[in-house]
């Protein structure tokens, strides 16, 4: 059976190269730096911003490029901009609406190339632990304000959103979706916690722009010279599975979400146990068949 070679490796972040505890493991580091030593491009991908990820990045010693916010935004390593999507104003205005009125601080991801603060915070109820939590643990810089007009950033948002229990969010994105339709592009799924990085009670409201996701912006990234057949990708969330449709291979977690295991060409271990590491060993660095 033939073994193909690749020229990208689409690397997703939480629930995939990191533990549980936000940390990559040195079995799976060794396997990364094997595959750069194969010279294949590695270009992360992920939910998170740039400023969210950056100690990964060091860490991982990556001087690729990064899809930044589920696709909003391509930078360098370095955080300098090549790409972004951003959320229209009026959508912002809708979703933001409906999070207060619901009870809840609106979570506004802005461009950090273009502001000063990374998440602006509008409204006046309580932020909820799991957000300042985040902001705490990564040193975000937000800027809060009482409502949506006194943002001094308005054509800058990448993402709007909220978090919160899943019971809470769920009636609001359903009341969301008809509203955005055509215009922005909603997700309703785990957030990463001090102690899950997937499938925690705590879940995310996040809209984006309407055409953004992870294989938009590869698209975009590698132009002329992409070959689909030529691409594998890794991931676990929801945001991955554009990309796993449309790549040579797609590999997918164990611990992934069920709708993401469906789109699996070969499944990796869990992400708590090396499995990033099994699946490179196994299909990317060695003799493997996708049959």
């Known amino acids: 059976m033939k073994t193909l070679e690749w020229d990208v490796l689409v690397l997703d972040l939480d629930g995939t190269l990191l533990c549980k505890q936000g940390e990559v493991s040195n079995q799976n580091l060794h396997a990364l730096d094997e595959v750069r030593e194969m010279g294949i491009e590695v270009v992360v991908a992920t939910g998170r911003s740039f400023a969210e990820c950056k100690h990964i990045l060091d860490r991982i010693g990556h001087f690729g490029v990064c899809i930044t916010a589920g696709g909003s935004q391509l930078t360098n390593f370095d955080g300098s901009a090549i790409a972004r999507e951003v959320v229209l104003e009026s959508v912002v205005e809708i979703v933001t609406r409906k999070v207060i009125e619901s009870g809840h601080r609106s979570l506004l991801l802005k461009d950090a190339t273009e502001c000063s603060a990374q998440y602006v915070l509008v409204g006046e109820a309580p932020l909820h632990h799991a957000s300042s939590w985040w902001f705490d643990s990564l040193g975000i810089v937000v800027h809060e304000v009482d409502s949506l007009e006194e943002d001094p950033w308005p054509g800058h948002t990448l993402r709007v959103g909220a978090i919160a229990n899943e ?125």
């Open 167 to 291: 019971e809470v969010l769920k009636p609001i994105a359903i009341e969301l979706e008809p509203a955005l339709e055509g215009l922005g592009k909603l997700q309703h799924w785990s957030a990463v916690t001090c102690s899950e990085a997937t499938g925690s009670s705590t879940h995310l409201l996040e809209v984006f722009g309407h055409a953004v996701n992870k294989w938009t912006m590869l698209k975009q990234h590698l132009g002329k010279k992409m070959n689909h057949e030529r691409i594998v990708a890794i991931g676990d969330g929801l945001n991955d599975i554009e990309v796993l449709k449309e790549v040579g291979l797609s590999i997918v977690m164990e611990n992934a979400d069920a709708n993401v295991l469906a789109h699996a060409d070969v499944f990796a271990g869990h992400h708590d146990n090396h499995g990033f590491a099994y699946a490179m060993n196994r299909w990317v660095l060695h003799e493997g068949s996708t049959q």
